[in-house]
């Protein structure tokens, strides 16, 4: 179906470690958007990719869509203790327009030892 | 101003009671959206507004009602509420891209 499958659920890293999460979908993605929500926050709205094979950079994080549009990863290069949270992928949903419906993974949570 | 505000920030609230959940944003989106979070899941969608008009309702019970008076507010109406639609209630605006999300209320139901 439309659903996307992210992992791991969790991952738990010393500082300075990197971290990757997982999106991935047995349909074609027209899009893909990354959101962070810190614990007691909401979510933040980090990146939204487009075109296949795509990466893109912010700062410590590497963004890459992959060549058939049916996966994406989110890296994070020597972890800090402010990457603490939850990382949700986000689909739309076929036929809902302008990104109108999002299908959301049920995002990785990741934990950073100082 | 590119946030979207949400008041009240906590609210409790007796099964009996009426009460209204209130969002604004002044970034000039059209698309605006009311989810419900529990804990540890990801946002669920209950109602999007496009353009003032009601476009998506999730099949949401009757008792959450949901108004866009203009374009720069969107409120959630709530009635009779049950103790298992306490959750983390988040307002949401965008255009073509991704989401803006305001900080949520988080609502229980005593």
């Known amino acids: 179906g439309q659903q996307v499958m992210q992992i791991p659920q969790y991952q738990h890293v010393q500082e300075g470690e990197d971290f990757t999460t997982y999106c991935n979908s047995s349909t074609t993605l027209s899009n893909i958007q990354w959101y962070k929500q810190r614990p007691g926050g909401h979510p933040v709205f980090l990146i ?41 992928c986000a689909r739309p949903r076929l036929n809902a327009g302008n990104n109108r419906k999002l299908i959301w993974g049920l995002g990785t949570s990741l934990a950073v030892n100082p | 101003d590119t946030e979207v505000t949400q008041t009240p920030k906590h609210l409790v609230m007796g099964m009996t009671n009426k009460k209204s959940l209130k969002c604004e944003q002044h ?84």
């Open chain 1, 48 to 88: 939204q990719l487009v075109k296949s094979g795509e990466v893109k950079k912010q700062k410590r994080l590497t963004f890459q869509f992959g060549e058939a549009k049916k996966n994406s990863s989110l890296h994070i290069t020597a972890t800090q203790t402010t990457d603490v949270g939850t990382y949700f």
């Open chain 2, 27 to 110: 970034m000039g989106h059209r698309a605006m959206y009311w989810y419900k979070q529990k804990a540890k899941k990801p946002p669920e969608l209950m109602f999007v507004y496009s353009y003032e008009k009601l476009s998506i309702n999730e099949s949401v019970p009757s008792r959450f009602s949901p108004e866009c008076p203009n374009s720069s507010l969107l409120n959630l109406h709530l009635h009779a509420l049950q103790p298992e639609d306490s959750a983390l209630y988040l307002c949401a605006s965008s255009q073509a891209g991704g989401y803006t999300f305001g900080s949520g209320t988080r609502l229980t139901v005593v």
